[in-house]
């Protein structure tokens, strides 16, 4: 690849001051920090030649594969006395392979071929390096860029395992076309299955994939691929940053599943998490060289106080090598398309968002408490992945609300595409807990859908991973809890319990969908109202699996009304999809009737009609409209086949009048059933243009 330099652009916060006038007073802060990122790009092209040849540190450091068969070993640890290599290759002897001490903390070591010309090491044997402390301790290792780890059942920690296959996996397919509406599956192979196990990637190509292509969705958030020791920890305790989780299967078999979703049209992102790391030793980054401070800061700044776990220092040159890189390696090996960049909050400022409740002020986002070296980081890690990859999609979980997250780098922004609708879920739940279906504040839950920061993309959710975990429920089991056990078949009548949870089940998430964001996101098996909770073996349930897992096996199972909710989730999608309105402009909301219950919005040429009263059903309701024409429903939560009650009549058209009515110049009249959501469009409109 040709040499990638640094085109340098002028700032220009022209745009976003004219929106956000109250951020001029903080204008100083803004050039400060792209001056900071213009100088870390400059000083890559000093010192690396060029950002491309930089990030790929994975190509020149750990293990090698030279053209003769020889292993090249490169490391960085500074705080090391002494460095060795050891494992199966050489019976486990300390100290007979030593590594040569080179410039600025490095080391390296080069083990030639046997005589017969084939590796001294061989695929899948066990590794480990010896680190001789300047105390005369030794430690034994894994290399931070180790691309395979593994476990024995008789052991605790993981153990450096050679990854080098004769015939490694090959691609056959490209990436697809990046999607104009983002319909997001949020997925964790392990528990991808309804067995009592860890389920495999090659499960998750098998069975999962198919699923997801049916729903509608075009891109898999996949979680708990980066490996960590310990299960429970839903992935977000990293402890090796290369390696693709072995308790799935292998490196091939996760190749293999993102390939697979390619040729499906489905783009994959990564979670990734370089936020913090694993405070484990003997298989983490911890303290790899002997010191406090290798990877991370030293002393009480490079320890995260409620996670227990490690902070990286973005000031660190090899550091930064480190992370860039791994970026790097999950879009080239792997071919990922993108990334949700976990623990957001947590970078961007020195309290790492503990205790803080993010109200909104303007000074909240700028001063000493913003760790500037990890915003930095974010822009650069942004610039890069976006530069290299035009088509990649890179998302930030952050429950701050900083301004500009999510705009260009050059229009004051830190690069993101996307950023999470954290308050979204917890607003509904909120409601759930706390509220009859009588006092629901539709005003309330309006705002909360659409109060985003305008220009900046956000995903919006009802429920993630977050709210499945023990210790809450899902959406369904809130609505239905344990009358899920007893009463879901189809055979039989609804009970008013069932009926209800059904119904606002599916309000629920076509509102978020439609006025919630410029991108929607489903938890696995959410789609059609898993039951129970998500808990991952612990001594705490006796290192049960049984809610480690999703229960796809309730959708083969035809009588009951779980396939209904799936039914819906599947033909909302595939509306969006037709219609596009994740992609078009944000809603304009016409009717939020408190005392009717009723909301009534148009977003990309489009209508949405939703009537959540929990009794009352209306005949000839006038509804608003900006452009005049036949308008046919699309979709109706109260289908029979999503386990409504039929109440209306598809084949009725519904013909505008030129009544102006809630500031539309148009109008017509319709029968919303309680409890219902309808989606509309105009008969007289080519919505493919």
């Given at each position: 690849m040709a040499t990638i330099r640094y085109k340098s652009e002028l700032l220009d916060l022209t745009d976003f001051f004219d929106m956000e006038p109250s951020l001029r007073q903080y204008e100083g802060d803004f050039h400060r920090r792209y001056r900071l990122f213009?100088?870390?790009?400059?000083?890559?092209?000093?010192?690396?030649?060029?950002?491309?040849?930089?990030?790929?540190?994975?190509?020149?450091?750990?293990?090698?594969?030279?053209?003769?068969?020889?292993?090249?070993?490169?490391?960085?640890?500074?705080?090391?006395?002494?460095?060795?290599?050891?494992?199966?290759?050489?019976?486990?002897?300390?100290?007979?392979?030593?590594?040569?001490?080179?410039?600025?903390?490095?080391?390296?070591?080069?083990?030639?071929?046997?005589?017969?010309?084939?590796?001294?090491?061989?695929?899948?044997?066990?590794?480990?390096?010896?680190?001789?402390?300047?105390?005369?301790?030794?430690?034994?290792?894994?290399?931070?860029?180790?691309?395979?780890?593994?476990?024995?059942?008789?052991?605790?920690?993981?153990?450096?395992?050679?990854?080098?296959?004769?015939?490694?996996?090959?691609?056959?397919?490209?990436?697809?076309?990046?999607?104009?509406?983002?319909?997001?599956?949020?997925?964790?192979?392990?528990?991808?299955?309804?067995?009592?196990?860890?389920?495999?990637?090659?499960?998750?190509?098998?069975?999962?994939?198919?699923?997801?292509?049916?729903?509608?969705?075009?891109?898999?958030?996949?979680?708990?691929?980066?490996?960590?020791?310990?299960?429970?920890?839903?992935?977000?305790?990293?402890?090796?940053?290369?390696?693709?989780?072995?308790?799935?299967?292998?490196?091939?078999?996760?190749?293999?599943?993102?390939?697979?979703?390619?040729?499906?049209?489905?783009?994959?992102?990564?979670?990734?998490?370089?936020?913090?790391?694993?405070?484990?030793?003997?298989?983490?980054?911890?303290?790899?060289?002997?010191?406090?401070?290798?990877?991370?800061?030293?002393?009480?700044?490079?320890?995260?106080?409620?996670?227990?776990?490690?902070?990286?220092?973005?000031?660190?040159?090899?550091?930064?090598?480190?992370?860039?890189?791994?970026?790097?390696?999950?879009?080239?090996?792997?071919?990922?398309?993108?990334?949700?960049?976990?623990?957001?909050?947590?970078?961007?400022?020195?309290?790492?968002?503990?205790?803080?409740?993010?109200?909104?002020?303007?000074?909240?986002?700028?001063?000493?408490?913003?760790?500037?070296?990890?915003?930095?980081?974010?822009?650069?890690?942004?610039?890069?992945?976006?530069?290299?990859?035009?088509?990649?999609?890179?998302?930030?979980?952050?429950?701050?609300g900083m301004p500009g997250l999510c705009r260009p780098i050059t229009k004051g922004g830190l690069g993101f595409d996307y950023r999470l609708a954290m308050a979204v879920p917890d607003k509904w739940i909120q409601i759930l807990k706390e509220q009859r279906d009588e006092e629901w504040d539709l005003g309330n839950i309006v705002f909360t859908l659409t109060n985003r920061r305008r220009e900046e993309g956000s995903i919006a959710y009802s429920e993630s991973h977050d709210q499945a975990l023990v210790g809450d429920k899902s959406l369904a089991f809130w609505l239905m809890d344990q009358e899920m056990y007893t009463n879901m078949s189809a055979l039989m009548p609804m009970t008013p319990v069932i009926d209800r949870g059904m119904q606002l089940h599916k309000i629920i998430r076509l509102l978020t969908h439609s006025l919630g964001g410029e991108g929607y996101l489903n938890f696995m098996g959410n789609e059609f109202g898993h039951p129970e909770w998500l808990d991952f073996p612990r001594k705490g349930n006796n290192e049960s699996y049984r809610y480690a897992r999703r229960q796809y096996d309730l959708l083969d199972m035809e009588h009951l009304r779980y396939r209904q909710l799936y039914a819906f989730d599947r033909a909302m999608n595939r509306t969006e999809d037709k219609y596009g309105w994740l992609a078009a402009t944000p809603a304009v909301v016409s009717t939020v009737n408190q005392e009717d219950k009723v909301i009534v919005f148009e977003r990309s040429k489009v209508l949405f009609i939703l009537n959540l009263h929990p009794t009352h059903s209306y005949s000839d309701y006038r509804v608003p409209v900006a452009l005049p024409g036949k308008y046919t429903i699309k979709l109706d939560s109260d289908d029979v086949q999503f386990g409504g009650h039929g109440r209306l009549a598809h084949d009725t058209e519904y013909f505008t009048e030129p009544m102006s009515f809630k500031d539309q110049p148009h109008s017509f009249k319709i029968y919303i059933p309680c409890r219902t959501a309808l989606v509309l469009a105009n008969e007289d409109m080519d919505y493919c243009c």
């Open positions: 213009e100088e870390r790009l400059r000083q890559v092209e000093q010192m690396e030649g060029d950002f491309d040849h930089f990030t790929k540190g994975y190509q020149a450091y750990g293990v090698q594969h030279q053209p003769n068969n020889g292993l090249f070993f490169r490391e960085w640890a500074p705080g090391a006395e002494m460095l060795y290599l050891t494992g199966d290759f050489n019976n486990w002897s300390k100290t007979s392979h030593p590594f040569t001490k080179k410039d600025y903390g490095k080391w390296e070591l080069y083990v030639p071929p046997r005589r017969d010309k084939s590796p001294a090491i061989e695929h899948e044997s066990k590794l480990k390096l010896v680190i001789l402390t300047k105390e005369g301790e030794y430690l034994f290792r894994i290399s931070p860029w180790a691309k395979y780890v593994t476990k024995r059942l008789d052991s605790v920690t993981y153990d450096w395992t050679h990854w080098d296959p004769l015939h490694p996996y090959l691609h056959q397919y490209g990436r697809p076309a990046k999607p104009r509406s983002l319909r997001i599956y949020e997925a964790h192979v392990g528990i991808a299955s309804p067995e009592q196990d860890i389920a495999t990637y090659k499960n998750f190509t098998l069975n999962v994939l198919p699923r997801i292509k049916d729903l509608g969705y075009n891109c898999i958030q996949l979680m708990a691929v980066m490996e960590h020791a310990y299960y429970a920890s839903f992935g977000y305790q990293v402890t090796n940053f290369f390696a693709a989780s072995s308790r799935f299967g292998t490196p091939e078999d996760l190749k293999r599943l993102v390939d697979t979703a390619h040729s499906l049209g489905l783009y994959v992102i990564l979670d990734v998490v370089h936020s913090h790391a694993s405070s484990n030793t003997d298989d983490g980054l911890n303290q790899f060289d002997g010191t406090d401070s290798c990877y991370f800061h030293g002393g009480p700044r490079g320890k995260h106080s409620h996670w227990g776990s490690r902070l990286f220092n973005y000031s660190s040159w090899e550091v930064f090598r480190f992370l860039m890189s791994n970026l790097r390696w999950w879009m080239e090996e792997y071919r990922f398309d993108g990334f949700r960049f976990d623990g957001v909050t947590s970078m961007l400022y020195h309290h790492h968002g503990i205790g803080m409740s993010f109200c909104g002020n303007y000074s909240e986002y700028f001063g000493m408490h913003v760790d500037e070296d990890a915003l930095v980081h974010l822009m650069v890690s942004n610039y890069v992945l976006h530069t290299l990859y035009p088509e990649c999609i890179t998302i930030a979980e952050d429950v701050s």
